[in-house]
């Protein structure tokens, strides 16, 4: 037999690039021995190019099976299911009608409107001998057309202490209309004043005067025509055009004609808009010693930007004053604002300038004792540059404040004649630098409850006299309205006036006059004015009032002590 086929099963192994081992033949356990050492080998080299297995024989690889499990998921369900018994519906017809109705549509029903009276009236009486009454005449509600009259009188025997008499009377004639038009709107005015007051600021134990001779009588007659557009598109050309006239007559034959023209164009272009003021305003003045004619002529071309934020309105005043020779003026008009939080800071901040025409009525209104003949200057705003912050601290409360500081040229002050009684005034011209301070708190509930309080401070720079004349450094006013349902109404009015000062004379050797100006300090006051009135029913009511409830005499004007306490009541009608 041969021994080559008792070996049923023969490796030869053969790695690749070591010679001598090709053809070498081992039993099989030798064979797994020596591939253990190569295994060793090659994990101990860490690197095996190749390897060949030559297997000789019959050799059968298998695979033991795999044991299987047989169990498949199970879901318990824990629900539990109740058997529900059978039942039956046993139906009946039930034979029903409808009857169809008609509806009425529905109707928008408005607010009934608040009856209107085309008259109302006032009749009252006071202390002093102060008889009072006014009369309001309208047409009622016109889409067309609205037109009215007022008539008013307001009269007083008060003689003060130590003074001469210083009754006085107010007497008002007004004639209004306004015309609506398509686009348009006209309207147009027709007043006339008569004042009567006495110069009652003299020394009775002195002078002894008749009432005829400190009389001083001003009639004014006046009317004013007024023509303004009502577009609904901001980029058409808006206008307001304005035509007024007066004519003053006072004392000693002193009268004044005035004719004012003004005018306003304005367009939006883009986001923008562009507006020009015009004005010419002419005025008279004759007294019994000199006339005197001015004209004053003045245009403002603006650029006014505004966004979400921001507002601006950047331009300039051109004007000319004609009086004794033409004099021609530039001003800036700047006004920039900004909101800064939802409308409850809002700074702002401009600059601006202008001519302040220093009439005779303008004067008049501001003094009643002026004198008759009076040197006239109009005061030149030099400019004036402010700043502050405004904005609504809640729904109900607003406020401001405001700096500015002016340069100002011919600024008009009063001073007391003293070439007669001393009882009227005339008017000195002054070159001044004016710091003002001014804040402003209002509150107000619907139409219920209305306070506001305000508050000044001026501080004067004189470049020649020693004070501002008649002119308080500081003042203070609160007032407030309360409605109770239309029933009771009450007003109240509290106010502060600052000290002020008169100019006045005193003997000097050393000046070339003899005299010498000092000021007289003319104390501050303070008072109070309380009104009430009381409607009893839609057409009729009572009021009352009270002035100066401290019952202090002040001089508002040296040698003109106020009425202390006074009172007036009366009652109101609508017809």
């Known amino acids: 037999m041969n021994r080559e086929n008792n070996n049923s099963s023969k490796h030869i192994f053969s790695p690749s690039g070591v010679g001598g081992f090709a053809g070498l033949a081992l039993p099989f356990r030798g064979w797994g021995l020596l591939f253990l ?20 024989g019959e050799y059968k690889p298998t695979i033991m099976g795999a044991a299987k499990i047989n169990e498949n998921p199970v879901i318990i369900d824990s629900t539990k299911k109740l058997q529900v018994s059978p039942y039956s519906i046993k139906s009946n017809k039930v034979t029903t009608s409808f009857g169809v109705e008609p509806i009425k549509p529905a109707q928008m029903v408005g607010e009934p409107l608040t009856k209107l009276y085309n008259s109302f009236v006032k009749l009252g009486m006071g202390t002093y001998s102060t008889p009072y009454g006014e009369l309001w005449v309208n047409n009622l509600r016109s889409k067309d057309v609205a037109v009215g009259a007022r008539l008013k009188h307001l009269s007083s025997a008060f003689t003060s202490k130590n003074y001469g008499y210083a009754g006085y009377s107010d007497n008002e004639i007004s004639l209004y209309g306004k015309k609506f038009l398509k686009d348009h709107i006209l309207l147009a005015n027709f007043d006339y004043v008569r004042n009567v007051v006495h110069a009652y600021g003299y020394d ?7 009432r005829d001779t400190t009389e001083q009588l001003y009639n004014l007659f006046s009317g004013n025509a007024q023509f303004k557009s009502q577009y609904t598109s901001p980029k058409r050309i808006h206008h307001d055009v304005n035509l007024s006239y007066y004519n003053l007559s006072g004392p000693f034959k002193s009268s004044e004609n005035n004719i004012k023209a003004t005018g306003i164009v304005q367009t939006t272009v883009g986001k923008e808009q562009i507006k020009v003021n015009a004005l010419v305003d002419f005025y008279n003045y004759n007294n019994a010693k000199d ?3 001015n004209t004053i002529v003045s245009l403002t071309p603006q650029f006014v930007s505004k966004g979400d934020k921001y507002s601006a309105n950047l331009g300039f005043t051109a004007t000319m004053d004609a009086q ?8 800036p008009s700047v006004d920039v604002s900004y909101n800064v939080f939802e409308n409850i800071i809002i700074p702002y901040a401009g600059a601006t300038g202008s001519i302040q025409k220093n009439s005779y009525k303008a004067l008049k209104d501001a003094n009643p004792f002026v004198r008759s003949e009076l040197t006239m200057k109009n005061s030149n705003k030099i400019y004036e540059v402010y700043g502050g912050i405004k904005g609504t601290i809640s729904s109900t409360t607003s406020y401001s404040t405001r700096v500015s500081y002016n340069s ?9 004649d003293t070439t007669e009684l001393q009882n009227k005034f005339i008017v000195i011209y002054d070159n001044s630098q004016v710091l003002k301070v001014n804040g402003e708190v209002g509150y107000q509930v619907r139409e219920k409850l209305r306070i506001n309080l305000r508050g000044d401070y001026f501080g004067y720079k004189m470049k020649t006299e020693l004070k501002a004349w008649y002119k308080p450094q500081v003042q203070f006013t609160l007032s407030g309205n309360y409605n109770l349902r239309e029933k009771i109404v009450v007003k109240v009015d509290l106010f502060y006036i600052d000290s002020q000062y008169s100019k006045s004379f ?6 070339p006059s003899g005299k010498k100006a000092i000021a007289t300090e003319l104390k501050g006051v303070f008072d109070a004015n309380l009104g009430a009135e009381y409607r ?5 009511g009572f009021f009352i009032t009270f002035n100066n409830i401290a019952n202090y005499r002040y001089y508002r004007w040296s040698n003109y002590p106020s009425q202390k306490f006074s009172l007036m009541g009366g009652l109101s009608y609508s017809f």
């Open 37 to 56: 050492f190569f295994i060793n080998t090659s994990f101990a080299q860490k690197t095996l190019d190749s390897m060949l297995i030559i297997n000789i």
């Open 204 to 210: 009775i134990q002195k002078y002894a005067l008749r």
């Open 291 to 293: 006339t005197v004619n």
């Open 324 to 331: 004794v020779k033409s004099k021609f003026y530039f001003y």
């Open 408 to 416: 100002i040229e011919n600024m008009a002050m009063f001073v007391n």
């Open 506 to 511: 005193t003997t000097d050797a050393k000046s």
């Open 536 to 540: 009893y029913n839609k057409n009729f």
